[in-house]
């Protein structure tokens, strides 16, 4: 493994943690040594039966927390006290679980995203705090949550833990990772779910009298410029003097996106982390659509002039496809913008949003960062073809919407 097989002591912490186990073994996660035999796979989570240990605060406190367990690692933060672990070979992980994992091999991931968004340095034997969760990213990494605490993979820097089925030709194999244990307290598992301010279980705002209009972002793919294109129309929407609420309800979790449309301008921001996940994938359509409702009327609720939110990988996705033919998405978005990345995908795409019966405003993303590709589309579509950043202009902004409400405001 690279970076050399880190040691695993027994130190006057790992004492106290064998004093504190919850239950009778004589085998904990703390003391025991990672196996340098690579031909055995029986990893110290993976003992036979299954166990609890309580968990040092100390240590708790010292591990890497990733942005996905942002919520947590808050609750934490507040207090370190009456956590344990959960492990052995008959524990089966879930999407959303979180895990202290030990990092036992640097590969494409190399750093963290931390609750802050800073991006931590990883190194071989770090313990890190991270949720498992599905992954569906063409350009890198397909994953599933794997049945059990087996060594698992990084696939993505805001913290996934998972088990790679696929991946891009191009890119590094995944940083790996060996679980220690799922993280739970006295109510059970500790779930991002639980600790999440618009979790499952929260009370959504109710909107306002007054319809607010509601702009999608979608796109052709992964990397079509989606973000780019919707904080872009942030801005411009700003600059025209509105007041914006901007969210992302799929994808993957990282602090990048909601950071940026933060920047650009929009005063409440949220995103699909804010509802208990990890990433999307595989939730189900139900609930994708109900986290897409509930993003709705909750930035509604905040008294925007505009609601924009933005829809994760590309219209052939299938739950993107799903979302995008549901009755309860038409009778919330009045508009959508189309983010691409070349002349080709922009036909196809519209001829998707065509389809499922939306109105599109314009075509965007990186497909006009090519005057020729731009053309090109533009000879072809029936909708505008506008460059990304001319969306900060005010009046450029503003003819998205579906109406002259606003236009007028434009200076």
Not at 312 to 324: I, K, M, P, S
Not at 325 to 339: K, L, M, N, S, T
Request: glycine share 10%; hydrophobic share 40%; charged share 20%.
């Amino acid at each position: 493994m690279a970076g050399g097989t880190p040691s695993h002591d027994i130190s006057p912490q790992g004492e106290q943690t064998q004093e504190r186990t919850m239950t009778m073994t004589t085998f904990t996660p703390d003391s025991f040594a990672l196996d340098t035999d690579e031909t055995t796979t029986t990893t110290a989570a993976m003992v036979a039966g299954s166990h609890t240990e309580a968990i040092d605060p100390v240590r708790l406190r010292r591990a890497l927390k990733a942005y996905t367990t942002r919520f947590v690692a808050a609750a934490i933060e507040s207090s370190a006290d009456g956590y344990h672990l959960e492990y052995g070979a008959d524990i089966v992980p879930r999407a959303g679980d979180v895990v202290l994992a030990r990092v036992t091999e640097i590969g494409k991931h190399t750093r963290l995203e931390s609750p802050v968004s800073r991006r931590q340095l990883l190194f071989p034997g770090r313990e890190i705090l991270v949720a498992y969760g599905d992954r569906y990213a063409p350009d890198q990494f397909l994953a599933h949550v794997p049945t059990s605490l087996e060594p698992a993979d990084l696939v993505a820097g805001g913290g996934l833990a998972s088990s790679v089925i696929e991946m891009h030709a191009k890119i590094d194999g995944a940083t790996q990772i060996e679980p220690i244990g799922l993280l739970a307290d006295r109510a059970g598992r500790v779930t991002l779910d639980r600790f999440a301010p618009l979790g499952s279980t929260a009370t959504i705002a109710k909107p306002a009298a007054g319809k607010v209009p509601v702009v999608a972002v979608f796109g052709s793919s992964m990397n079509s410029g989606k973000s780019t294109v919707l904080g872009s129309i942030v801005n411009g929407f700003t600059n025209a003097g509105l007041q914006v609420a901007a969210g992302k309800s799929t994808g993957t979790g990282a602090g990048n996106d909601p950071h940026h449309f933060r920047d650009a301008g929009a005063s409440t921001v949220l995103d699909f982390t804010d509802f208990g996940h990890a990433t999307t994938y595989r939730l189900g359509h139900e609930r994708i659509r109900e986290i897409f409702v509930d993003m709705v009327d909750e930035l509604t609720a905040s008294g925007p002039d505009v609601v924009i939110i933005e829809v994760a990988d590309g219209v052939y996705q299938e739950e993107t496809r799903r979302l995008l033919e549901d009755p309860e998405f038409h009778a919330r978005v009045e508009r959508v913008v189309f983010a691409s990345q070349d002349a080709l995908g922009a036909v196809a795409g519209m001829q998707v949003l065509d389809e499922a019966g939306v109105t599109t405003s314009a075509v965007s993303g990186v497909v006009t960062s090519s005057p020729l590709a731009t053309r090109e589309a533009g000879q072809v579509l029936g909708v505008p073809v506008i460059d990304t950043f001319e969306l900060r202009e005010p009046e450029v902004a503003l003819g998205l919407l579906p109406s002259d409400v606003f236009r007028s405001q434009a200076s």
